[in-house]
């Protein structure tokens, strides 16, 4: 077979000439009622094409009568509207793990039409090569090309790639013309990761280190379909940062001047960790205008903001398991990929946000939250109790394992109608133990070291909307006077009763 | 100044002969109002002397009109009467930090009449380090002896004290002379841990690997007096394991044994971890009983089940960070002492529950808890939500990074009025994301890979006591059906009523 020189350039791996074939074919080849591993990280790396042929080839299906059609999708993180969009529509998944952000997906699962495991992202390799998932029945790998020996380039995400790989008794590879050829030597592939008892110390002790090769390894015999697709990433875009998003940013920076003027943190800060979304953008565009220069990152997502700190060289250099981009930012990055190559390095996701290397690095961690109580638990996933909003993603690898494990939320939400700061949160993701940073507009609460009672206080006062303020303390208040203990004093018929008269009124 | 032989065999450095004293004078030197750093871990090591002679001190104050004399106490974890207990009741510690159980002392808290820092144990000596904390006054430390260059004989634990000895102004030592010389040999005690970005990696691979040496390092011209003493550890007796927690021990070993079948765990099981208390203990007398060989241990604290594992060769090595044990325990580990030093390491605290070497190391963390819920949320140190029992502990250390994390209880509490299996936990100390397996004496309920409404039904069915389960399927089944979503179904307005009714009425 001769490959038009787009694809040669590619594909270059003659062997697997016969068996590229289009999307739909590679999808007839996924086991019904299988477990799918999928690249794709925050909208990037992801299959593009398959999985949506997959979509229809069940829809079909459960048109034909077959109702229970459907496969276990395993990713790295959140996909896109072709992956964890289309699937769902298709009721095509029965059960989805780790974190997923699609609006299709959340409303199947807040409809118990499927299953929804949201674990730690470090520990999705890990559990899946212990068995305890089951089989991986078939990988679905984007990538930008396939080597002579059967490596491959990885995408613009890592994730978990390798583990789905490494597991998979079938492989379909998407090689993606859309991405750039040249982020060749960008990433960073972990050996093998032996199981306990016989792992070894992993050796990083800058983000700037390489622990493996570029290349993702691959079993060419285990490859069934090579599909070529020409379609880009999500690339969602970012909100212009506003005055909120802004104060929380400046609270961060005048903190961190603060850090490093006490002698806690060197001059070009510890290694950052920025969660996803437009609060962590607008930090990032407010360090980028700080006084801190030479700053690293050791992160699971690259996005916007961490590009410009690159391009304006506050930013030294920057490891992640993922970039997700604007369509702005991602023109930029491909026509500069040079200069980003040398400062960017993407690993597997067990490594971007390994507890091991979280904590030796002493990682600055810094997420978005949905609420917080007076106490400094924090809700990162849930909507009033019940309903999924995301998942818990890489926070809690972050948070718990940090030097500095910091939350971020407007005080705010739904116009006013809700408070981020409550009594006591309607779901916990981090408990007090793991939080010890609280920030909205109005102001920063630095709760290292304090007791409970002492939290609440400085968390009240220094991040609530003022309007809620007064409510707050009074909770507070009664809850001390009710003959309770006074440790972490709560009325208990009263705590979750915000969000209660939130579902009841509409306002809480 | 000449010893008698029976102290000159401890205090071989001459030198710090004449900071000799009474307990009163040197607990006179400690600055009111100050912090102090106490060794001290499961009422094993910790100071006899110098803290009831500061309490004495203290009430006197007290009783002069100095009203406000206190001072803020950090240890390694609880201690016994003569400290926590002592200090608690003269009204005498204005902040108290991390682990504590004493009785006196939690009264206090959940008065309000002190406050509680509840850390995890291997986050405490960082968050120290780092100043938070604010500066270290002065340490009060027991050793077993001093060394000719000052170096000291660790005690019956390690806890915290090598960073209290390297942050404190003064130093004042314990030399306990109950503690037994022959222990000298049985620490590893690691070297100086920089602060990020310069830590290098852990190079421990297995529990019984030595990353240190075994004395505590000491600056003589910081220590300001050594006191002599002769009293024994706290040495609390454990129950008699009862058809509860036998039961639970054999659903344990039953899934160990399936874990090893399926290839998931070696023969030898992964180095265990054991919580403290009558529950643990069990468990371990049920290993002791049952099929494996060659186990080791990588845990907090060394109980009479592990020593007793170790005299039957079950148990190879165990590493901890403190010896606690009954005195029949106590009175055979110290006629047998040569042979426990072959298989015995006390390590800091830091290290014997670092995350690093927890994960790497594909720990088995088994915990007792005060309650789960149906989505297998863990509550380990709140009464009914307000007043604190304990704390966290290392329970947050080893179970987040552990291979397997497993929590236990009996399904029933105070005679059958509390159920230990609830619609949502009163506090969270471990969430979902970090609760593999839930046992009671009815069953065990293996989570992994399963959704929140998936792990309810299996959590009910396996763990609740019968006479629960109805009533907490029919939360679920209300909770599913009221409109909320179907993710972790709720009802706001009831969650926390099982609790509020026992507060009402004295039963769930």
């Given at each position: 077979m001769h ?11 003659p062997?697997?000439?016969n ?18 591993g ?28 077959q109702?229970?059609?459907r ?6 993180a ?13 009721l ?5 793990l ?6 299709t997906c ?14 730690h ?15 991986l ?17 990885p995408?613009?995400s890592?994730?978990n ?8 008794q079938q492989?379909?590879?998407e090689v ?11 990433h ?12 070894q ?8 280190e ?21 379609h880009?990433?999500?690339h ?8 909120i ?16 003027a ?7 800060l ?12 607008a ?12 700053m690293?990152?050791y ?5 916007d903001?961490?590009?410009a700190?690159?391009?304006?060289g ?17 023109a930029?990055f ?13 690993r597997?996701q ?6 091991e ?7 600055v961690?810094?997420?978005?939250m ?6 400094g638990n ?15 993603g890489?926070?809690g690898?972050?948070a ?6 910091i ?6 939400a ?24 609280i920030?909205t ?12 009672t ?13 309007r ?15 003959g ?19 579902l ?5």
């Amino acid at each position: 077979m001769h490959l038009p020189s787009r694809l040669a350039a590619r594909l270059r791996n003659p062997g697997l000439f016969n068996k590229l074939m289009s999307a739909t074919e590679a999808a007839a080849l996924i086991p019904l009622g299988g477990n799918v591993g999928m690249s794709g990280f925050t909208g990037a790396g992801h299959p593009k094409a398959v999985p949506p042929a997959l979509a229809a080839r069940l829809t079909a299906l459960h048109a034909a009568g077959q109702r229970d059609a459907r496969i276990n999708v395993w990713t790295g993180a959140s996909t896109a509207p072709e992956l964890d969009g289309a699937l769902a529509k298709a009721l095509g998944m029965g059960m989805r793990l780790p974190y997923q952000s699609d609006p299709t997906c959340r409303q199947r699962i807040n409809a118990g039409q499927m299953h929804y495991t949201d674990l730690h992202l470090s520990h999705v390799a890990p559990a899946a090569r212990s068995g305890v998932l089951g089989p991986l029945d078939v990988a679905v790998i984007e990538v930008v090309g396939i080597l002579p020996d059967g490596s491959l380039i990885p995408s613009t995400s890592v994730g978990n790639n390798q583990t789905w790989l490494d597991m998979a008794q079938q492989i379909i590879l998407e090689v993606n013309l859309q991405q750039n050829p040249a982020m060749q030597g960008m990433h960073d592939i972990e050996p093998p990761m032996p199981a306990a008892p016989n792992r070894q110390p992993l050796a990083l002790r800058h983000p700037h280190e390489r622990m493996g090769q570029p290349f993702l390894r691959c079993d060419p015999a285990k490859v069934v379909a090579i599909v070529m697709t020409d379609h880009p990433d999500r690339h969602t875009s970012f909100a212009v940062p506003d005055e909120i998003t802004s104060r929380i940013a400046g609270h961060l920076i005048e903190f961190f001047q603060h850090e490093v003027a006490v002698g806690r943190m060197p001059a070009q800060l510890l290694p950052l960790q920025s969660g996803v979304g437009n609060i962590a953008n607008a930090v990032m565009a407010g360090l980028n205008q700080g006084p801190f220069e030479q700053m690293t990152a050791y992160t699971e997502v690259l996005q916007d903001g961490m590009l410009a700190m690159l391009r304006s060289g506050k930013l030294a250099f920057a490891s992640a398991t993922a970039i997700s981009l604007s369509p702005q930012a991602a023109a930029e990055f491909n026509a500069n990929i040079d200069f980003y190559r040398e400062r960017i390095l993407l690993r597997s996701q067990e490594m971007s946000n390994h507890p091991e290397l979280v904590r030796r690095l002493g990682v600055v961690a810094m997420n978005a939250m949905i609420e917080a109580d007076i106490y400094g638990n924090v809700n990162s996933s849930h909507i009033m109790g019940s309903g999924i909003m995301n998942g818990i993603g890489g926070s809690g690898d972050f948070a718990r394992n940090a030097c500095l494990s910091i939350f971020m939320t407007p005080s705010l939400a739904k116009g006013g109608k809700i408070s981020c700061i409550v009594p006591m949160v309607s779901h916990h993701d981090h408990t007090e133990h793991d939080v010890q940073v609280i920030v909205t507009e109005h102001g920063l609460a630095d709760l290292r070291g304090l007791a409970p009672t002492q939290r609440a206080r400085l968390i009240v006062q220094r991040c609530a909307h003022p309007r809620f303020r007064d409510a707050l303390l009074d909770y507070l208040s009664r809850a001390s006077d009710s003959g309770s203990s006074l440790h972490t004093p709560h009325l208990l018929d009263e705590a979750l009763s915000w969000h209660s008269r939130y579902l009841r009124t509409g306002q809480m």
